[in-house]
């Protein structure tokens, strides 16, 4: 079993474009998660979605978008890039988001670097 | 406001004890997870505790006291392979993960 994958494995991107990172599980779980990772900080929620069809913004949202059409797909959007968006970039799953106790699996991650 | 502390480095040596502190402040508290992250590598889940005292799996054990905020997790028979960081999180009133930026742990033989 995958579990869940991203891509790209890593970027480099120019600011001002757009950029998707794409994310996939394959375990049926109905929450999905994107994380940034960043030195000195802990992971930021950036949006979630408790099921599909439904998405909600986290602690950091400005700046991304996302969509969550089915089960296994969740990817973020970068509408406009810029510097302060370079970052290690997770995507996570669990069973059912409104669980407490269920938890994340996480995707290997998307390193990106806006110039 | 939500904040999670915990120490960001400590060193220990092979073969023995360590215990790394994390203490939590949240609106709402639903239970703190210990995820394990080797560098450049994705977290992966170690333990939840959401009622009082220790939980013990294997050489790992992890303690949570709700009363005073503050949970540990204790390494024991410690090997080189657990040089990795340990991360804190709560979960808050939205079911919502709040992180810690992590504790580095290296160990020397």
């Known amino acids: 079993t995958a579990g869940i994958t991203q891509a790209p494995t890593s970027q480099i991107l120019a600011a001002g474009r757009s950029m998707t990172l794409r994310c996939t599980q394959d375990?049926?779980?109905?929450?999905m998660y994107w994380y940034r990772q960043d030195l000195g900080l802990g992971l930021r929620l950036i949006h979630y979605?408790?099921?599909?069809?439904?998405?909600g913004k986290g602690e950091v949202p400005d700046g991304y978008s996302v969509s969550r059409a089915n089960t296994d797909d969740f990817p973020l959007t970068l509408a406009s890039a810029v510097p302060s968006q370079t970052s290690v970039y997770f995507c996570?799953?669990?069973?059912?988001?409104?669980?407490?106790?269920?938890?994340?699996?996480f995707g290997p991650g998307t390193r990106l670097t806006v110039l | 406001g939500q904040n999670i502390d915990q120490p960001t480095e400590m060193t220990a040596t092979e073969g023995a004890i360590v215990q790394i502190n994390c203490t939590y402040q949240?609106?709402?508290?639903?239970?703190l997870f210990w995820y394990q992250q080797h560098a450049g590598e994705a977290p992966t889940f170690l333990s939840y505790?959401?009622l009082d005292g220790l939980e013990e799996k294997g050489r790992f054990s992890s303690f949570l006291s709700r009363s005073k905020g503050y949970s540990y997790l204790l390494l024991k028979e410690l090997q080189m392979k657990d040089s990795a960081s340990y991360l804190c999180?709560?979960?808050?009133?939205?079911?919502?993960?709040?992180w810690g930026a992590g504790t580095k742990l290296i160990i020397k033989p």
């Open positions: 996570a799953s669990s069973e059912d988001g409104r669980a407490p106790y269920n938890e994340q699996f």
């Open positions: 375990m049926r779980h109905n929450a």
């Open positions: 979605s408790n099921t599909a069809g439904t998405t």
């Open positions: 949240t609106s709402g508290f639903n239970g």
């Open positions: 505790n959401v």
């Open positions: 999180a709560a979960v808050d009133s939205n079911y919502q993960l709040i």
